[in-house]
């Protein structure tokens, strides 16, 4: 079973793809996590990788396609995949179709976890994290049982992702409508996107996908 799992970010594709590799046993494929896997062991396509960031320039397509075809060609022929943050535009979701067909697999299943864009600013911006033991908070959903204090280890330094702010959450936003939406009309076509309420909770999320790749 191959698997694109889509949702702009804070939507919960991470939770949702590792309670899918816990299940099922499918792998996770991120393209953010195979560039610095393939750049740390320094295989041929990690040292173009490292080559071109070092650079400071952006990962062709062609590399990540690469990648790709590398981690597949490293998994079980009867081994699934969910893919993790690509494809992430119109050509990459063509070079994904090439890359799979090369290997005798396809696409069984492309499922886009839904948002409200305010209610996910508020997610997202008000998550903060134990600087200790790293236990995750949030401003409104999920406080200390006393302020200022971990529950967990009882440390008292908290912190919170720089990019965790309003204007750089709506701005990618804005990009996965502009450049990732667009690419699920290609698999419409083919009848196999669903959708799911990604502002539910995650139990139900979790239970709404496995209502469909059942």
């Keep these: 079973m191959n698997i694109i799992l889509l949702g702009p970010p804070g939507a919960g594709k991470g939770t949702q793809s590792q309670r899918l590799v816990d299940r099922h046993g499918l792998k996770q494929l991120s393209t953010g996590d195979m560039l610095r896997a393939a750049v740390k062991a320094g295989t041929p396509v990690g040292l173009q990788a490292k080559a071109v960031m070092e650079a400071?320039?952006?990962?062709?397509d062609e590399i990540v396609s690469a990648l790709i075809g590398d981690e597949l060609d490293a998994m079980g022929e009867?081994?699934?995949?969910?893919?993790?943050?690509?494809?992430?535009?119109?050509?990459?979701?063509?070079?994904?179709?090439?890359?799979?067909?090369?290997?005798g697999r396809r696409l069984d299943h492309v499922i886009e976890l839904d948002v409200d864009e305010d209610a996910l600013v508020e997610r997202i911006t008000g998550r903060f994290t134990c600087g200790a033991c790293g236990k995750g908070y949030h401003?409104?959903?999920?406080?200390?049982?006393?302020?200022?204090?971990?529950d967990r280890c009882g440390g008292h330094e908290f912190k919170r992702r720089p990019?965790?702010?309003?204007?750089?959450v709506?701005?990618?936003l804005a990009e996965y409508r502009a450049?990732?939406?667009?690419?699920?009309p290609i698999?419409?076509?083919?009848?196999?996107?669903?959708?799911?309420?990604?502002?539910?909770?995650?139990?139900h999320v979790t239970a709404a996908i496995e209502a469909i790749i059942a």
């Design 179 to 184: 450049k990732t939406q667009p690419i699920l």
């Design 56 to 60: 400071g320039q952006l990962v062709s």
């Design 187 to 203: 698999y419409d076509a083919r009848g196999i996107v669903a959708h799911i309420d990604g502002m539910a909770d995650m139990d």
């Design 170 to 172: 709506r701005t990618r």
């Design 163 to 168: 990019d965790d702010n309003e204007q750089t």
């Design 78 to 103: 009867g081994q699934g995949a969910i893919f993790d943050g690509y494809p992430r535009t119109t050509p990459q979701a063509h070079a994904l179709d090439a890359i799979l067909a090369e290997r």
């Design 139 to 150: 401003d409104q959903f999920e406080r200390p049982a006393v302020d200022g204090t971990c």
